[in-house]
């Protein structure tokens, strides 16, 4: 009989090695953080039912849900565009389940848990832009890629979410990437790679920006 | 070349693919098997503007219609293609 473990593992856990990697004798120029045990929900309005969805989802989460490429924090939880008349609901600590949205939003959407489906990784410091500039045919600059700015696009032929949170305390950007688990350790490897020659400090968090 | 999708903005080629001619319509049911063999196989090779399918699977997975100048990849046009984004074609 095999023993089976049901316990929730990052798809990074043997990639990702907390500490330093790359130049060493600098301050680190980026910080890479993946962020662990959210709740991610993805939600697609039925056809036709796009004002309905809009409805629901600004009574449940009190703000209005992205209709263009942005991302929005309302209650609890942070709604990211994904295509159209479609949107994540990121949460933690599980305010935003698919247990407790679907008796909110099932009429209008079609949800599906993408929880343990996606890996997010948050990445800052003073020189997150340049790393990601390698990656991303993204204007990530800082009058144009604003706060709350999202985009679903590729970085090394890989789809990923890309948005821009609230800046860290010292004032510099943080821009946060969702990516399929199981194309994770390979993009990760990729981050690593654009990062090494600034300088990268690595760990991770339960804690969501 | 660079593609601009109704809902991303102005994305470079690598987030799309070409699926092909916009142009050919499914036959009717009962039509006959030249209409079908036309629809199935045979295609104008156009030297100007075309009608094309694209989908922007590398960003939000949307099909669109787009109005393409063979001679100068000049592109006049991007829409969403029917079902793709339902508010914006209200399908």
């Known amino acids: ?209 | 070349m660079r593609i601009v999708c109704p809902f991303c903005g102005e994305r470079e080629l690598g987030e799309f693919t070409y699926l092909g001619d916009a142009k050919p319509v499914r036959p009717e049911a009962g039509a006959s098997e030249d209409e079908v063999f036309d629809y199935v196989y045979l295609r104008d090779n156009v030297a100007g503007e075309t009608n094309e399918y694209w989908y922007h699977g590398g960003g939000c997975r949307a099909w669109l219609k787009v109005t393409r100048n063979t001679l100068t990849h000049e592109i006049s046009s991007v829409e969403p293609a029917a079902g793709a984004g339902a508010a914006k074609v209200g399908a």
């Open chain 1, 1 to 209: 009989m095999v023993e089976f473990s049901w316990a929730p593992r990052s798809p990074l856990e043997h990639a990702l090695v907390t500490g330093a990697h790359g130049t060493r004798g600098i301050e680190a120029g980026v910080s890479l953080t993946e962020i662990r045990n959210f709740d991610l929900i993805q939600v697609m309005a039925r056809r036709g039912k796009g004002a309905e969805l809009a409805k629901a989802a600004k009574a449940r989460f009190g703000v209005t849900a992205p209709d263009a490429p942005k991302a929005v924090q309302g209650k609890d939880a942070t709604l990211i565009w994904s295509g159209p008349d479609q949107f994540f609901v990121l949460s933690a600590g599980g305010k935003h389940t698919l247990q407790t949205l679907v008796p909110a939003l099932s009429g209008p959407a079609s949800l599906s848990d993408q929880s343990h489906a996606r890996v997010l990784i948050s990445i800052s410091g003073v020189k997150a832009r340049a790393m990601l500039a390698k990656l991303s045919s993204i204007d990530l600059h800082v009058g144009a890629f604003l706060i709350g700015a999202a985009a679903a696009t590729s970085m090394d032929h890989t789809s990923v979410t890309l948005w821009r949170g609230n800046d860290r305390p010292d004032g510099l950007a943080v821009f946060n990437l969702l990516v399929f688990a199981t194309f994770a350790e390979s993009l990760w490897h990729t981050l690593l790679d654009s990062a090494a020659e600034y300088g990268v400090a690595i760990s991770h968090s339960e804690e969501l920006a």
